[in-house]
């Protein structure tokens, strides 16, 4: 998501174009920039053209969030068997994508993540990414709700949806101490626990969890 630093004013400059130049500018400074007026002028645009996209740093910061979202969703959906996936296929298709993406830009997410050692202030920047994350679970569980011809079955999408958000949040922090080749440990993280909390959902949790949990327990005692 890197770009080439402006030399010259521009005119309609984009969202993704802000992001980008934020992005490469963090990477190059190891450190966030503290006044728009001064980031926007070394950059080659205005104030204005900033407060077009993003009223301020955090909101930038929330975006590039968003944005990784949004680029997943795209991704995912390239794939002509997408809709023919099963819920289950759906969610780590997303997570296997988004995952990937936070890899590429692994630099700039773990500066993000690590720049404050206030945690709310951290769960603040993910905030709308947690809104776009629990929506889409959402929408799986009501579909699955529909397949469910038994009323006790059904299980709550709050309740669902939330549950995807914490085990969004579990695994990023494995994915940030990951330090096996290509992370391929965070892959075995999200198959198991994907298919861990999908068989929750089916009433039949036991040999998943458990699964699930010797893997992490191996993992913490490695």
Do not use: C
Request: no cysteine; net charge neutral.
């Amino acid at each position: 998501m890197a770009t080439k630093k402006k030399t010259s004013a521009t005119k309609n400059v984009t969202r993704q174009q802000l992001i980008d130049t934020y992005m490469q500018y963090v990477l190059e400074h190891e450190k966030a920039p503290v006044s728009i007026y001064k980031f926007s002028k070394e950059n080659g645009f205005t104030e204005q053209d900033f407060y077009k996209h993003f009223g301020s740093f955090e909101g930038l910061k929330s975006g590039i969030w968003t944005t990784f979202y949004q680029m997943t969703t795209d991704l995912s959906q390239k794939n002509k068997e997408y809709e023919s996936f099963s819920n289950q296929e759906k969610m780590l298709t997303f997570f296997y994508t988004f995952f990937e993406l936070l890899t590429a830009n692994r630099s700039y997410v773990l500066f993000s993540l690590n720049e404050d050692k206030d945690k709310l202030k951290m769960m603040q920047q993910l905030s709308p990414l947690r809104k776009k994350i629990k929506a889409f679970a959402g929408e799986l569980i009501e579909e699955k709700n529909d397949e469910q011809q038994l009323k006790f079955l059904k299980q709550p999408a709050v309740i669902f949806s939330e549950g995807a958000w914490l085990q969004f949040v579990f695994i990023l922090k494995f994915w940030m101490d990951d330090n096996s080749p290509s992370f391929e440990k965070t892959d075995v993280v999200i198959e198991k626990s994907v298919r861990a909390i999908f068989d929750v959902f089916a009433t039949t949790p036991l040999e998943s969890v458990i699964d699930f949990g010797k893997f992490l327990w191996k993992e913490k005692m490695a």
